[in-house]
């Protein structure tokens, strides 16, 4: 069956411009994280949600960035006035339940680069 | 807090040889601990996990992991690597009785040459 799938998987903004990175979570699954993984780095938590509920988003780095999950599928992952240090690629996972010892699913992720 | 410590960013080894990636953890709860594999150009996939019972968790692909409390470690082995385990692997932890969000190490290459 199709995995998580990520779109665009390529992204180059100006610096100031607002982009919208789109995830696919596998069908039927509760969970839905968001992971920002900087040249380097591991990746690190954004946010989470169970269904269309934000339960957690702690690791958004500031008010720039939005997600947003409206009907429990599809999830949208938005920066506004990019910055170079949001350089970076994002990742989501979902997951079949909420706990967590449910194995996530990554998708390809989507490659962001602010010039 | 969970952190993840990976000490080596880099590792080479020959194929047939021994490899073991390390993999350290810092908790203040107790943790459910996992190794995720990148292979080029691929996403992350899960490698293992360890969530409780038996301390020795392996994969189908012969590799292999120990979850040692006291040292607080979840080291990464295999007996003989092949060309195809060249990739970069990441240890993760996620608290018990979180919503399961995974706090990752920095990565370790492993670069397999024949």
């Known amino acids: 069956g199709a995995g998580v799938s990520q779109s665009p998987r390529y992204k180059v903004a100006k610096r100031g411009q607002d982009v919208a990175l789109r995830c696919d979570p596998i069908?039927?699954?509760?969970?839905l994280f968001w992971y920002q993984q900087a040249l380097g780095q591991g990746p690190e938590f954004l946010t989470y949600?169970?269904?269309?509920?934000?339960?957690?988003k702690s690791g958004l780095p500031s008010d720039r960035f939005f997600a947003e999950r409206p009907e429990g599928s599809v999830s949208t992952l938005k920066i506004q006035r990019t910055q170079q240090e949001d350089s970076a690629v994002y990742l989501c996972?979902?997951?079949?339940?909420?706990?967590?010892?449910?194995?996530?699913?990554f998708g390809p992720g989507t490659r962001l680069t602010v010039l | 807090a969970q952190s993840v410590t990976q000490l080596d960013s880099q590792v080479p080894v020959f194929e047939e040889a021994p490899v073991e990636l390390r993999c350290n953890y810092s908790?203040?709860?107790?943790?459910?601990l996992f190794w995720y594999v990148q292979y080029p150009n691929q996403g992350l996939q899960l490698l293992l996990k360890?969530?409780?019972?038996?301390?020795l968790v392996e994969s189908i692909n012969g590799f292999e992991a120990e979850f040692n409390k006291s040292q607080t470690s979840f080291h990464l082995r295999k007996p003989s690597v092949h060309i195809s385990d060249t990739a970069e692997y990441f240890c993760?932890?996620?608290?018990?009785?979180?919503?399961?969000?995974?706090?990752f190490g920095k990565g370790t290459k492993l670069s397999v040459k024949p």
């Open positions: 996972a979902s997951s079949l339940g909420g706990l967590a010892v449910d194995t996530q699913y």
């Open positions: 069908s039927g699954h509760v969970s």
């Open positions: 949600f169970q269904n269309e509920a934000q339960l957690d």
């Open positions: 908790s203040s709860v107790s943790v459910y």
């Open positions: 360890y969530l409780s019972g038996s301390t």
């Open positions: 993760a932890v996620s608290g018990k009785g979180s919503q399961g969000n995974l706090i």
